[in-house]
């Protein structure tokens, strides 16, 4: 439940960054493809398009005419991204209400998310604080997706 968590966390900051975490765990058989249209993650160019749709957002963040994270739209597709990951990271039976929280997660820190932001906006600017952002977004969706680039997996050697 703690992945799902966190990459609705991820989500809720940047809509697109699940897709490309979960894109490289698929790619990497950290998580098997189960998911509706996940086995094209496996594939090179597709996981490179999630990859340069992230990258494209997190450069469009840093300008002046980027809309809110919480227009509609945006919630939109923070929601289904969400969903869509934590179901992915969950286990077999429990796909839905992992998708749930997900979603939820990202649903509820976009709004704080971007509170925060909005503050630490008026002291450091706008493109200093998307890069932290980022940084903390990139991390976490790599880390909640590929555990096992940080921590090494139970019973390695």
């Excluded at 439940?1 to 609705?8: A, D, V």
């Excluded at 990258?55 to 969903?83: C, N, Q, Y």
């Excluded at 077999?92 to 979603?103: G, K, L, V, W």
């Amino acid at each position: 439940m703690i992945r799902s968590i966190l990459i609705g966390l991820v989500a809720g900051q940047r809509g697109i960054s699940p897709l490309a975490s979960i894109a490289l765990a698929t790619r990497r058989e950290v998580i098997p493809p189960i998911l509706p249209l996940q086995a094209l993650l496996k594939n090179r160019f597709v996981a490179a398009g999630t990859a340069a749709l992230a990258a494209a957002e997190m450069v469009g963040d840093k300008m002046k005419s980027a809309p809110d994270r919480i227009v509609p739209i945006g919630l939109a597709v923070r929601a289904v991204t969400a969903a869509y990951a934590g179901a992915a990271l969950a286990p077999r039976d429990s796909n839905r209400a992992h998708a749930i929280i997900a979603s939820t997660t990202a649903l509820v820190s976009s709004y704080i998310g971007w509170r925060l932001r909005c503050a630490a906006m008026r002291r450091y600017g706008q493109t200093a604080t998307g890069f932290v952002e980022d940084a903390i977004v990139l991390a976490s969706g790599i880390l909640a997706a590929n555990p096992d680039l940080v921590v090494e997996p139970a019973g390695g050697g």
